[in-house]
């Protein structure tokens, strides 16, 4: 699957030339994991294009990501994170590792979970439905909040980052 051209965006107070900064754009996506070995990069036409760089500039930080091994060329295919490329570090808890904190006395409170929410099966069609996380999809604005979501998370992590958990903890926090 092809990385969204959208995940990729120049900082305006970045150090550095622009190849420079889109090679380190790269590698610390690599680095962080967001960037899996195999997956492929935006074609160079299209980067440069939503960037608003020239072409050359892109191709000339592809080649030197391609020569460090954090790319991979495929003829006429385009560049995909190399299989050789560096592994984002695994953080393992120490086995001994004890938690110092009683969260029980820090908290100070607990919290039963209360009641959830009980809502009509017909609430979208009320006037005025005032239901706790519910969107009126006729006024909310998708398109500029995809684009928005897109640029922050990057495609993958939207469904998780749309959905509705009113009534259980978010699987990620757990």
């Not at 939503?50 to 000339?60: E, K, M, N, Q």
């Amino acid at each position: 699957m092809a990385l969204p051209v959208e995940t990729f965006f120049l900082q305006p107070d970045a150090q550095g030339t622009l190849q420079s900064q889109i090679q380190q754009m790269i590698a610390q996506g690599i680095l962080s994991g967001r960037f899996r070995r195999g997956e492929k990069l935006p074609s160079t036409r299209k980067l440069a294009g939503h960037l608003g760089l020239s072409r050359i500039t892109v191709t000339i930080a592809y080649t030197e990501l391609l020569a460090n091994d954090y790319l991979m060329s495929k003829g006429r295919s385009g560049y995909y994170v190399s299989d050789n490329a560096p592994a984002p570090p695994a953080f393992t808890p120490a086995p001994d590792t004890v938690d110092a904190v009683d969260w029980t006395r820090a908290i100070g409170q607990r919290f039963s979970g209360g009641v959830t929410p009980r809502k009509p099966m017909d609430w979208s069609q009320y006037r005025y439905p005032f239901v706790y996380g519910q969107t009126d999809q006729t006024l909310f604005d998708h398109a500029n909040w995809r684009l928005c979501a897109l640029q922050a998370l990057g495609q993958r992590d939207f469904s998780a980052m749309a959905a509705d958990y009113y009534d259980q903890d978010d699987p990620q926090l757990v």
